[in-house]
């Protein structure tokens, strides 16, 4: 058991690329807690995606000890945890298990959205934080000028940040100083007391079952122990407590304000619920902790095997990883154009880009992704509220009072020039602005927006308009009712399910026509022509058509090219596997998403 | 496949002057080939697979010889005329045995015309491919037109029947350069004419330009359709009906050979590359010999006939393959033909009724044909057939 007091336990915040993942590098590397040899960038990201992508999906920890300048060694415990808005939750959960933060900001960009929505969880956790500014290498450094911006834009005080360089090392040593002498130790603990531990986090190991990320409070974890989920009651035996350095260590346990893993035999994911308080069976503690909220998907789209003879298959595979999971769910959903398939729910479009990727690639399917719709509030007349995960599930119109939808709090900062596109693309999402500010020469703006408009490619968009200069963070906020109506698009005179969508009615026309022109593009021209059409009810309110192919033939075919063609064939045949027939249309696999992307 | 479908021979010579840009035939640009090495080889394959077809007893009459290329006008008429010699040794010929020579229009060629009569050959067909020098150019030919025209001059003082070749949908080409380039042709030609839009083959110099964005002016493929429609006006306003999607004919000078292919007839394959589709004992098997010249010369060479691969063709591939090659004529397929392969050839009439709906086929008189619209449509047609 380690003395409290040479604990630190605390996070890295910061935006996406400003360094957290170098800088927990370098922290790891200068302590000597992983060989030379076994050194590799970005250690902490463990997946493949996590790596190619170059952002951190789980959290991790890892310990370091490290030997002061005041002679004693300290345990550090860093959590790392991810930056993107989709997994704010991983964040505020994890930022409860510890007691400071190293608010890293790029010392060539400043502070971002997501820079600052991560600071005020932290400060919501009451971390104490301690700035740094990163990448002072670069000479388009201002480190004086973001001190500012961190002073006057989160206001806190920033004159002793740490101004390193994760990328060549410089500065290093004072912030494994700074975390020892400016962070607190863990505060409460007893380690006579019951046990009282929470539960952090948690993942599947195929060979280990799920290991659980606890942090201790009170009394002290040990292999053997019987113990208890306070929230779901489960009781199990600890196999292995250990902690991460980062590879999983065996230690005899774990007292007050350490942070580890155990594992005990849990089979999923699933019977794991994070923020429940752990304690023993026999001596359990009477203060639980308060608990977490769940997370909640948010998104929801329709996933389905390119080859209907796939379906065990893909069920075998989300099955699978929903093990690991726990935020993502999922349920059999039958499309009368695509088949058997699943309803998928998500946090927000990277984490359902992550887990189509993951499918795709750790299972070897192809995938049909239908338009993902957020959860609309669909009220019956008779009083009942319904929650419409899929636009197809749609009660008839004549029985709806009202359809609310889910809004959020957007906020964007942008460099002055790019001022005018923003609030133009957010006034074209139906935004409502609440609040522009400005933070030298960029602008904070706060935007109340339906969910609904932001969760395809919204982002894509921001980035696009601004070349890249805007950051964006958001939370839901709640639900509006407002003038929403389900667009149906028919493709050769036949509704296609997987296409139809919630709109609001006076973008209805708009989109529709959208809609129609993607699709004229996307569907391959035919032998016969092919009407395209977005329909409210009955009613027609865009229209294209994709006229008939004129020419397919070979020119010259002679008695060799029997086999040649033959083998052609063959390939088209299988070309075709790759489209989805409606009728007699076949549509491609990708024009299902691509149909949705808008140019404004 | 077809009643009275013929039986046939094709020699391939895989040699040529120049690779042309457009081209992907099994063609090689050597020099000193050894003529008569190569005449013995050919000559002996020729044997060989007469006796496997059961020689002059077999019950086979050959009605069609067809020297393809490559560019057989380069070969020697005592060549041409020693595979002549196994041929007529090899199986009982009919009485109007076809057989057709492609030549390429150089003044050198047309020198062997006469030799080539003499050795047998009684049909030529021309590579003329562009009736002006700046096309003619950017196809990679070696020949100038007036050459063209001078070989083609040559060609029916020899022989009776003489067809040309034409490559039309050239870069940039123009609806009205066509109509007057084709109006050209028109009144060149004898009885028949190969009209071939430019296909732009995978591995060819001109695909390679293609792929680095340099290919410009390529017809689009309304263009193409366009084009198409027009060349098929004209000809058979001029006389020289369609009987097949890229070839014109006066009724009776169709090219028999060719016509063997798409009725799916039996021949012989020999010379590197060459196919064959042969019936033997009840089995339709697909014959193809090594590509490359001088592995081939090798093989032949040999007792184990390491030269060729023989294939079974399934039922359902037979079918495959009549419709493939059935629908390019304007008769279409015979559906005796396709009833007699059977379940596989049944159920292409079930598939075949949506498309009659749309008017991209038609049924008549125990035949089911590509409509006009059909035919620029005929490889998606066929897909949608085999199901
Ligand atoms: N020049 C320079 N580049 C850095 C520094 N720290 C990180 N980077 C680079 O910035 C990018 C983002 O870093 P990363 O640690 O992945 O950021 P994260 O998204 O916050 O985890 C990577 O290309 C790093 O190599 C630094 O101090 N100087
Ligand atoms: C076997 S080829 C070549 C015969 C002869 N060597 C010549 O070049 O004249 C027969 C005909 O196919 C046509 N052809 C070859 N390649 C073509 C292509 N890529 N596109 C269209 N027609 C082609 C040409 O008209 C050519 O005359
Ligand atoms: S087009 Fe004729 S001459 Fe040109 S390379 Fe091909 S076969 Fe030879
Ligand atoms: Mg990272």
Not at chain 2, 79 to 85: F, W, Y
Request: aromatic letters at 6%.
């Amino acid at each position: 058991m380690t003395d409290r007091s040479l604990i630190r336990n605390f996070s890295i915040v910061a935006h996406i690329d400003h360094g957290k993942s170098t800088l927990a590098d370098r922290l790891i590397q200068l302590t000597g807690t992983v060989a030379e040899r076994d050194m590799k960038d970005q250690l902490l990201d463990a997946m493949d995606i996590e790596r190619e992508r170059g952002i951190t999906i789980k959290a991790n920890t890892v310990r370091i000890e490290y030997p002061a300048k005041d002679g004693k060694t300290y345990i550090l415990n860093l959590i790392d945890t991810p930056g993107h808005v989709d997994f704010a939750y991983e964040v505020s959960r994890s930022m409860q298990a510890v007691e400071g933060s190293l608010l890293v900001v790029d010392a060539t960009q400043g502070v971002e959205a997501q820079t600052l929505a991560n600071v005020y969880t932290a400060m919501e956790a009451d971390h104490e934080i301690v700035p740094v500014l990163n990448k002072i290498d670069l000479p388009a450094s201002e480190p004086e000028r973001v001190i500012e911006q961190i002073e006057d834009v989160i206001g806190i005080e920033a004159t002793d940040a740490c101004l390193i360089s994760a990328k060549t090392g410089v500065g290093i040593p004072d912030v494994l100083e700074a975390i020892v002498q400016r962070l607190p130790p863990p505060k409460e603990g007893d380690a006579d007391a019951p046990l009282k531990a929470m539960l952090v986090d948690s993942k599947y190991d195929p060979y280990l079952g799920v290991v659980v990320l606890v942090r201790v409070i009170d009394g002290v974890l040990r292999k053997g122990q019987k113990i208890r989920m306070m929230k779901t009651g489960g009781t199990y035996e600890i196999d292995r407590v250990g902690v991460y350095r980062p590879a999983m260590t065996d230690v005899g346990e774990l007292g007050p304000g350490e942070i580890g893993y155990i594992t005990a035999s849990i089979k999923q994911v699933r019977d794991t619920r994070v923020g429940d308080t752990i304690t023993t069976v026999t001596k359990p503690t009477d203060t639980p902790l308060p608990g977490f909220k769940p997370s909640i998907p948010v998104v929801f789209c329709g996933l389905f095997p390119v080859d209907n003879a796939e379906f065990e298959d893909l069920r075998d595979a989300i099955e699978k990883l929903a093990l690991n999971d726990a935020s993502f769910t999922y349920e059999m959903e039958t499309s009368a154009a695509l088949g058997f398939g699943f309803r998928c729910g998500f946090l927000g479009l990277l984490h359902l880009e992550v887990i189509r990727d993951r499918i795709e690639r750790e299972y070897g399917l192809e995938l049909i992704t239908t338009a993902p719709s957020v959860v609309y509030h669909v009220f019956t007349r008779d009083g009942e509220m319904h929650e419409l995960h899929n636009p197809a599930d749609m009660p008839d119109p004549a029985n709806v009072d009202r359809i609310e939808e889910p809004r959020i709090k957007a906020t964007i900062l942008v460099p002055d020039d790019y001022l005018g596109d923003v609030l133009k693309l957010c006034q074209d999402r139906r935004g409502i602005q609440l609040d522009l500010t400005y933070a030298g020469s960029r602008a904070m703006v706060v935007y109340d927006l339906p969910l609904n408009e932001v969760v395809f490619d919204f982002y894509d968009r921001l980035k696009s308009v601004t070349k890249g200069y805007a950051s964006f963070d958001y939370e839901i906020t709640g639900y509006r009712a407002d003038n929403l109506v389900k667009m149906q698009i028919l493709v050769n005179d036949e509704p296609v399910d997987a296409l139809a969508m919630m709109v609001h009615r006076d973008r209805a026309e708009s989109r529709g026509r959208q809609m129609c022109e993607k699709l004229k593009e996307l569907i391959p021209r035919h032998m016969f022509k092919i009407p395209i059409q977005a329909a409210i009810g009955g009613r027609v309110i865009a229209r294209e058509t994709l006229s008939a192919m004129r020419k397919d033939v070979t020119a010259k075919c002679y008695g060799g090219d029997a086999t040649r063609k033959k083998k052609l064939l063959e390939k088209q045949k299988a070309g075709k596997k790759k489209m989805r027939q409606f009728g007699k249309v076949d549509i491609p696999q990708e024009a299902f998403i691509n149909a949705l992307k808008m140019d404004s | 496949m077809e009643e009275g479908a013929g039986f046939g021979l094709y020699v391939h010579w895989p040699f040529c002057q120049a690779k042309c840009p457009y081209c992907d035939f099994n063609s090689h640009v050597v020099t000193g080939v050894d003529q008569a090495r190569w005449a013995r080889a050919l000559a002996g394959d020729v044997a060989r697979v007469a006796g496997r077809t059961g020689g002059r007893h077999g019950g086979r009459r050959l009605t069609s010889v067809f020297f393809g290329g490559g560019t057989p006008s380069l070969m020697e008429p005592e060549t041409v005329a020693a595979v002549m010699d196994a041929a007529r040794a090899g199986w009982v010929c009919a009485n109007d045995l076809e057989v057709t020579l492609e030549a390429n229009p150089t003044s050198v060629e047309a020198g062997r015309f006469g030799g080539y009569r003499d050795a047998g050959v009684n049909r030529v067909s021309l590579g003329v491919q562009a009736l002006n020098d700046s096309d003619l150019k950017r196809l990679g030919r070696l020949h100038s037109a007036a050459e063209a025209r001078a070989a083609f001059d040559v060609a029916r003082r020899v022989f009776d029947r003489v067809s040309f070749d034409l490559i039309c949908a050239r870069q940039d080409q123009t609806r009205e350069a066509w109509a007057a380039e084709l109006d050209e042709a028109l009144a060149m030609a004898v009885d028949h004419l190969s009209l071939y839009q430019l296909t732009i083959e995978p591995g060819t110099a001109f695909a390679a330009r293609q792929e680095a964005g340099k290919l410009r002016g390529l017809p689009d493929e309304d263009l193409g359709a366009d084009l198409y429609e027009m060349t098929v006006e004209r000809c058979e306003a001029a006389g020289l009906r369609l009987y097949e999607v890229s070839n014109f004919a006066r009724p009776g000078a169709e090219c028999r050979h060719n016509l063997l292919y798409w009725s799916g007839g039996d021949y012989a394959g020999v010379g590197p590359g060459a196919h064959g589709r042969l019936t033997l004992d009840g089995r339709r098997v697909a014959t193809e010999q090594v590509s490359a010249p001088g592995a081939w010369l090798a093989g032949v060479e040999t007792a184990e006939r390491a030269h060729e691969r023989e294939e079974e063709i399934s039922v359902s591939d037979q079918v495959v393959e009549y419709l493939l090659m059935g629908l390019r004529k304007r008769e279409g397929v015979a559906l005796s033909a396709l009833s007699a392969l059977g379940d596989a050839g049944a159920s292409v009439g079930e598939r075949a009724q949506a498309l009659k709906d749309v008017g991209l086929l038609e049924a008549v008189s125990g035949r089911m044909r590509a409509t006009p619209r059909g035919r620029l449509l005929l490889d998606r047609l066929v897909a949608e057939l085999a199901g």
